[in-house]
């Protein structure tokens, strides 16, 4: 299980709509999908007609409020609810949304208070409870997380404590690289502090205006949000896609898999799955790739490495897999320093 975090610092930037899309682009590559709606404020997930249940179904708000009526993790399953299957693989979605969304779910939404839940209530045994309840009873290849923007209480739960990665959506403007410059050193912080976990970055571009960029302009501020947030490049650019399909929230890996959003989307999938090494297609990926520099951009920056050989963690995860063996050793033979 390979969970990751979709986090904007501002919004506007489409960061449901790109969630949203990855999950179903991985579910049509045959991957077990589950999406969980942490934007509890303004919660979106079952607002697509593919993911939408069938009546209001509890999620995040209930299963809080439940523990801390009864001081016991309740039953992940009463709160997610099945998306279906999609495409020809076997692949599926499930959902885990805000809540009901009825007319008592802002009031038990304004009683969670999550800083006395971690401090006195046992919060962080609850959320780890919750991710260990995903993998024994849904057992998915990949948990999607859907982050509220900005600086919040949750933000720590869904940046730092549950995923793996964190996929950092942003429009290249001040505003953004001001805000996100705290949230990317916290979430870097975790690997040598506190939870001591190394937690990959991955930097998207987003709504970026399709046009000529005679004056720099762009180009400039890419480099700033690269040399101050300490990465080598983008893993993807979306681009501003004007389609009136957006206003009914169609997922373009679906409905229009042709597309230019669609193979940003792709693309995003593939830098995703490189990096879990428990994935078979994500182990080839990276060795596709392997030793390329911009596999480790932080080092550039002087900033913590993932640990350990990731030859030796892939070669470990697939023991019995000759033709990962072998590209795994063939690998090691062409970077092996000469003696």
Same mark, same amino acid.
């Given at each position: 299980?390979?969970?990751?975090?979709?986090?904007?610092?501002?919004?506007?930037?489409?960061?449901?709509?790109?969630?949203?899309?990855?999950?179903?682009?991985?579910?049509?590559?045959?991957?077990?999908?589950?999406?969980?709606?942490?934007?509890?404020?303004?919660?979106?997930?079952?607002?697509?007609?593919?993911?939408?249940?069938?009546? /209001?179904?509890?999620?995040?708000?209930?299963?809080?409020?439940?523990?801390?009526?009864?001081?016991?993790?309740?039953?992940?399953?009463?709160?997610?609810?099945?998306?279906?299957?999609?495409?020809?693989?076997?692949?599926?979605?499930?959902?885990? /949304?805000?809540?009901?969304?009825?007319?008592?779910?802002?009031?038990?939404?304004?009683?969670?208070?999550?800083?006395?839940?971690?401090?006195?209530?046992?919060?962080?045994?609850?959320?780890?409870?919750?991710?260990?309840?995903?993998?024994?009873?849904?057992?998915?290849?990949?948990?999607?997380?859907?982050?509220?923007?900005?600086?919040?209480?949750?933000?720590?739960?869904?940046?730092?404590?549950?995923?793996?990665?964190?996929?950092?959506?942003?429009?290249?403007?001040?505003?953004?690289?001001?805000?996100?410059?705290?949230?990317?050193?916290?979430?870097?912080?975790?690997?040598?502090?506190?939870?001591?976990?190394?937690?990959?970055?991955?930097?998207?571009?987003?709504?970026?205006?399709?046009?000529?960029?005679?004056?720099?302009?762009?180009?400039?501020?890419?480099?700033?949000?690269?040399?101050?947030?300490?990465?080598?490049?983008?893993?993807?650019?979306?681009?501003?896609?004007?389609?009136?399909?957006?206003?009914?929230?169609?997922?373009?890996?679906?409905?229009?898999?042709?597309?230019?959003?669609?193979?940003?989307?792709?693309?995003?999938?593939?830098?995703?799955?490189?990096?879990?090494?428990?994935?078979?297609?994500?182990?080839?990926?990276?060795?596709?790739?392997?030793?390329?520099?911009?596999?480790?951009?932080?080092?550039?920056?002087?900033?913590?490495?993932?640990?350990?050989?990731?030859?030796?963690?892939?070669?470990?995860?697939?023991?019995?897999?000759?033709?990962?063996?072998?590209?795994?050793?063939?690998?090691?033979?062409?970077?092996?320093? /000469?003696?």
């Amino acid at each position: 299980m390979y969970v990751i975090t979709f986090y904007s610092f501002k919004g506007g930037v489409g960061r449901t709509m790109a969630l949203v899309n990855v999950a179903a682009q991985l579910a049509k590559m045959g991957r077990k999908v589950l999406l969980v709606d942490f934007d509890l404020e303004a919660p979106g997930l079952e607002t697509f007609d593919h993911l939408r249940p069938p009546k /209001p179904h509890p999620g995040l708000v209930e299963y809080v409020t439940e523990y801390r009526s009864t001081w016991r993790a309740p039953d992940v399953r009463d709160y997610i609810y099945s998306a279906g299957s999609v495409g020809k693989k076997g692949g599926q979605l499930w959902v885990m /949304p805000a809540g009901r969304r009825d007319a008592t779910y802002q009031s038990a939404l304004a009683k969670i208070d999550w800083i006395r839940l971690y401090r006195d209530e046992d919060g962080f045994l609850l959320l780890e409870d919750t991710k260990a309840q995903w993998e024994q009873e849904y057992k998915p290849d990949y948990v999607l997380i859907d982050s509220r923007t900005g600086h919040t209480d949750v933000e720590g739960i869904c940046t730092r404590q549950l995923p793996n990665a964190v996929v950092v959506l942003f429009f290249p403007n001040e505003q953004n690289l001001v805000g996100l410059q705290d949230v990317c050193r916290r979430i870097r912080s975790e690997q040598t502090s506190g939870l001591e976990k190394y937690i990959r970055l991955h930097y998207v571009m987003s709504n970026v205006p399709d046009l000529d960029d005679e004056d720099r302009i762009l180009r400039n501020i890419r480099e700033r949000f690269q040399e101050e947030l300490g990465y080598q490049e983008e893993d993807v650019i979306i681009h501003h896609y004007p389609s009136l399909r957006l206003l009914r929230q169609a997922i373009f890996v679906l409905d229009q898999p042709g597309s230019r959003l669609t193979k940003e989307y792709r693309h995003l999938v593939r830098s995703l799955m490189m990096y879990n090494w428990e994935d078979r297609k994500g182990a080839e990926l990276f060795l596709d790739d392997y030793p390329l520099f911009t596999l480790f951009p932080d080092k550039r920056f002087g900033l913590p490495e993932p640990p350990g050989d990731p030859l030796d963690q892939i070669a470990k995860n697939f023991p019995d897999d000759e033709e990962i063996q072998r590209r795994v050793n063939e690998k090691r033979r062409r970077t092996r320093t /000469p003696g």
